[in-house]
Every structure is written in structure tokens, then in C-alpha cells.
């Protein structure tokens, strides 16, 4: 099934158990973000969180943790709720084949009812903000799907991007923004600033679920987003025109916020905590001037917690990194079986893949690097054999173990690039990579002693399937 | 309205208001304008007094004018 927009997905989530709604009075702060950070430390199958009883506001709306457990993530992608992480990445994989699916484009988007432009722009009058970790320097948009267009390629739909990035709000009309070098956006500015001019941008809050999987995806520059929603909804993805710059931006968003970064400014930013579980910045960012706010009556904000992992975030880019890395090693080395990038958006990344030849391994941990996410992220390679599930950690952990000789088998690469967010970084944007080969040698590697390994009897995966139905069956009782 | 009590985090004595709570005298939302450090009235004093604001996250005014700046600017092209 596949929601138009966020309502309709929070009506789900409240079908299914998955939303939690606390109607006691909270504080903005520090209530909001503490529930959200607590919802990744309570177990399995979190719920979403809405709150509506916040103290000093009269009608605020918020909606947090949406994407914040594989339930809700199976739910959001249409999947049965207790679908297993391997199976939701094996699906996602498979639902990419089907990009790209054309959008479909309708007139009557619900952020149409209400408007402030220009001079009347008041954020804080529209979006109840709140500050989320202790050392954020302020309140943040931090789960927006930002709409830019290349300027030189105005009306190529593929090179229009939409991109999640951290959004500092400064103002009532103000924001500050964060383009990191290697993504699209910053691409868009770039070529903005040289030529001295603005970069017109929409900025879209409380989007349907599998916008929100999309826009936080590693994509190829000229491939469009909304063309792979609707390859990961199985339904075209609904858009609309944006009035002020005419982008399109998604059907069903909450608020849409129009204006443009000022060319060649930068101010004072952050610092904000991040998805690497440590804050960044202050740094000077660039600083965006809002003309225009469009917004549904009684709109929900949604806001996304992240912090020292695991929080929401880890699930929201959790599969839709694995599945570019896994499509990209693919489509050079057949012989992968699986990628595992969910930890700290694919800094580490776990690679099972069967060996054509001896060193085989190493080299597919080498191409991991240079994909186009890996210049950024990707530091930590473990390579497992094609019988290792790599978000089975115990597995991997196993092949770690015995499988691993440490001269040999670890082999680091200095001074490769990273996000200059990564902690570890020395400068910023500048670390040491490493692979630990954790598979068996093959000819004409002949090292260490493999010859008998044990295996799985043939009967386990039947048996696991039976299991598994009689579980269900007894949890349903 | 800039009034001059001082930024928890940077110590600057001119402050702004923002916003102020829909339900009337519950907070403000008050900002630096010098550091931009962005907070609300009835937040924890951890975050809203210079006395008891954490060390760790203190800025000063060389941080702010030696932030590193991200993305660069380019250089303009020539037309």
C-alpha cells in the first residue's frame, strides 16, 4: 500500500499499534527530544510518538520516530510489520529494478490552503520548533526534503535533487543550511555561486514515508528521486508546482517553504548533533532567505531525534544505503551477495560476496571505497564469505574471528576523502581507510588451514521457516 | 526587541526575541546576535544561563570568526 502523505501514514501506524499518542501536557524541551531519544532505547518495534499537549503552544501537531524501528520501516515501504530486516533490504533491492516510475502530477496539493509571503514569513507562527540534543545552537528542520534544480540544467527533471540536509532556523525568515561538499545540492550551489546568483530552493516538511526513505538516499547525480518513490511504492509518486519557484516538490507535504540560499554568504552555524553520535560545527554555512511559506490547515510537523546511535535515523538511512552499494558492487562483481551499510550511514560497511579468485575479496572491499557514497563514508570494510549473513553480526563476528589473519588480511589506505562530519577525520574530510578480509582464501591464496568447515544441515532453512510460522502463530494466540 | 542579557553560550550582552509562546507569557524564544545560539526561556538552565552552560559547548568570538567555512565559496567565473 502506498501513502499519499503523512496523515494517511500515521492513520496506518495508529492501525497497527505502531503510534503512541501522548496527550499529557510535555515541554518543548526538553520532553520532545527525550521521548524520541528514548523510543530508540526501549527495544524492538518502537512506535512513532505524536504529541499534541505542549506546553505555551495552543495547537501544535508533532510527529516523531515515524521510521524509528523496522516495524514501522516494513510498514512504511508497504511490508507486513514483522518483516525481517534482510528480507526489507532484499525488497527495496528488488523494487529498484523498477526504476524509474514516472510521477504523477496533481493540481490540488493540501499545502495550497494557507500562505504567508514576503514580510509576513513567521516560521515559529506556523512550525512549533524545539531544540533536540543539549549542545544543538538551535532549533533545527532536520527530517525536510529540500527541492534545488542544477542552474545550468534547468529543466532536466533527473538533475533536480531532493536531498535531506540539517536546517538551522535563525530567524523568523531565516535558515541556516548545511550542503555537504559531496552532495547534490552543494553541486547546484556551486555552480549558483560562481556566477554570483541565488539558489532558488523548496524546502518540504512532514512528507509521506517513502519520500522521506528517498530523500535521504545516495543516488546518482542525474537520477530522480521521485522516480524511485514510485518504484519503491509500486505506485507513481504524487507531486505538485511549488507557486515561487515552480519546482516540483511532493504532493502531500505538510509545509512547503520556498526561497533561495543568498549567493557567497556564509554565517555561524551549529553545532548540531549528528548521525556519527557527535556534534559538528559551529561552522559558517551558507543562509537561506524564506519568501514563501505554503502550508495545510492544522499541519503536523514532524521532526526526526538523532544522537549516539541507534536513533531514528539509523532505520530511515539504514537499507536505502545498502541498496545503492549493493546495486553499484553488482554490477561489476556478481559474485556479492549482500551489503550491509546501516551503521553510521555506511562508514562501515559489511560485504558478503563468493571469490573468483584468491584476493578476489580485497578488491570488491576496494571498489566499496570508491563508489560514489564510499568517497564520503565509506572507512571500514568487512568482507565476508557468500555462506555469511552480514546483518547476522554474530555471523560476522565469527568470520572475524576465525577466518581473519591480521597481517595479511587488514590492509589500510591512508589520506582517502570522507565527509569532513566524520569524527575520526584528521583534517576534516581527510582519513585512513581500512578492509579486513574476513573470508576463506581461494587458489592461488593458499593460506591457513579451511579445508573442513562445518555447515548448516540441509534441513535448517525449512525448519527456520517452521519455526518461525509457529512462533507467529503462538504470539497470536 | 534586543535586550542585554548575556548569551549563555558566547557571553554577548545583546540578545533578541524571536517568538513568544501562542499561550501568552509561558516562554520566549531569545537569540545571540552575535553567536546565533538560538534557546527558549523555559529550557533546562543547563541551556539557558551562562553560569551553569557547559563548558564543552562555549563559543567564543575567535570560534566564530575562525569557523570553518563549509562549503567554500568558488571563485566567481568570468563571464
Known amino acids: 500500500m502506498a501513502y499519499d502523505d503523512l496523515r494517511s501514514f500515521l492513520a496506518a501506524l495508529d492501525a497497527e499499534g505502531q503510534l503512541l499518542r501522548v496527550s499529557d501536557e510535555v515541554l518543548p524541551e526538553p520532553d520532545l527530544a527525550a521521548a524520541a531519544n528514548a523510543a530508540g532505547r526501549i527495544g524492538e518495534g518502537a512506535p512513532a510518538l505524536y504529541f499534541d499537549n505542549v506546553k505555551g503552544f495552543t495547537d501544535a501537531r508533532i510527529a516523531l520516530n515515524v521510521h524509528g524501528s523496522w516495524t514501522n520501516h516494513a510498514l512504511a515501504l508497504g511490508l507486513p510489520k514483522h518483516t525481517p530486516v534482510k528480507e526489507q533490504v532484499e525488497i527495496f533491492a528488488s523494487r529498484w529494478d523498477d526504476f524509474p516510475i514516472a510521477p504523477e502530477r496533481r493540481e490540488d496539493a493540501p499545502w495550497r490552503e494557507n500562505t504567508q509571503a514576503g514580510g509576513d514569513v513567521d516560521l515559529f507562527s506556523v512550525l512549533p520548533l524545539f531544540r533536540l540534543n543539549d549542545g544543538d545552537g538551535g532549533f533545527y528542520l532536520d527530517k525536510a526534503a529540500v527541492v534545488s534544480r542544477d542552474p545550468e540544467a534547468p529543466d532536466d527533471f533527473g538533475k533536480q535533487n531532493v536531498g535531506t540536509y540539517r536546517i538551522q532556523v535563525i530567524g523568523p525568515d531565516r535558515l541556516a543550511f548545511q550542503p555537504v561538499p559531496v552532495h547534490d545540492v552543494a553541486l547546484h550551489l556551486h555552480k549558483a555561486e560562481e556566477k554570483g546568483e541565488d539558489l532558488p530552493v523548496a524546502i518540504t516538511l512532514g512528507n509521506d514515508p517513502v519520500m522521506a526513505i528517498v530523500s535521504g538516499m545516495p543516488m546518482a547525480y542525474d537520477q530522480s528521486e521521485y522516480e524511485m518513490a514510485g518504484a519503491l511504492r509500486g505506485a507513481p509518486a504524487p507531486i505538485a508546482t511549488s507557486p515561487l519557484t515552480g519546482f516540483d516538490v511532493p504532493w502531500g507535504s505538510e509545509v512547503v517553504i520556498e526561497g533561495v540560499i543568498e549567493s557567497r554568504k556564509r554565517q555561524i552555524e551549529g553545532p548540531f548533533g549528528e548521525f556519527t553520535g557527535h556534534y559538528s560545527g559551529g561552522r559558517r554555512m551558507p543562509v537561506i532567505r524564506v519568501d514563501r511559506l505554503s502550508y495545510r490547515t492544522n499541519p503536523v510537523f514532524e521532526s526526526l531525534y538523532l544522537g549516539k546511535p541507534w536513533t531514528e535515523v539509523d532505520y530511515l538511512v539504514g537499507p536505502n544505503t545498502c541498496v545503492p552499494l549493493l546495486k553499484q558492487l553488482r554490477a561489476e562483481f556478481p559474485e556479492v551477495q549482500a551489503v550491509n551499510a546501516m551503521y553510521t550511514h555506511g562508514m562501515l560497511v559489511i560485504i558478503s560476496t563468493a571469490k573468483r579468485f584468491g584476493g578476489f575479496a580485497k578488491a570488491v572491499g576496494m571498489r566499496a571505497m570508491t563508489t560514489r557514497h564510499g568517497l564520503g563514508y565509506v572507512s571500514q570494510v568487512i568482507v565476508v564469505d557468500e555462506d555469511v549473513d552480514p546483518f547476522d553480526l554474530p555471523q560476522v563476528m565469527w568470520a572475524m574471528s576465525a577466518k581473519v589473519d591480521p597481517r595479511e588480511d587488514v590492509v589500510v589506505v591512508p589520506n582517502l576523502s570522507v565527509v569532513e562530519l566524520a569524527p575520526a577525520a584528521q583534517p576534516a574530510g581527510i582519513t585512513s581507510k581500512m578492509i579486513i578480509d574476513a573470508t576463506t582464501p581461494v587458489a592461488p591464496d593458499v593460506r591457513g588451514n579451511f579445508s573442513t568447515p562445518a555447515k548448516d544441515l540441509p534441513e535448517t532453512r525449512e525448519w527456520a521457516a517452521r519455526l518461525q510460522q509457529l512462533r507467529t502463530a503462538a504470539s497470536a494466540r | ?79
Open chain 2, 1 to 79: 526587541m534586543t535586550t542585554h542579557a548575556a548569551c549563555p553560550r558566547c557571553a554577548f550582552d545583546a540578545v533578541r526575541t524571536l517568538a513568544a509562546s501562542p499561550v501568552a507569557g509561558v516562554w520566549l524564544v531569545r537569540q545571540c546576535e552575535r553567536c546565533l545560539y538560538t534557546w527558549r526561556t523555559t529550557e533546562p538552565v543547563r541551556r539557558t544561563t551562562r553560569e551553569a552552560y557547559p563548558e564543552e559547548f562555549r563559543m567564543t568570538p575567535a570560534d566564530i570568526e575562525n569557523a570553518i567555512e563549509v562549503p567554500t565559496v568558488p571563485p566567481l567565473r568570468q563571464p
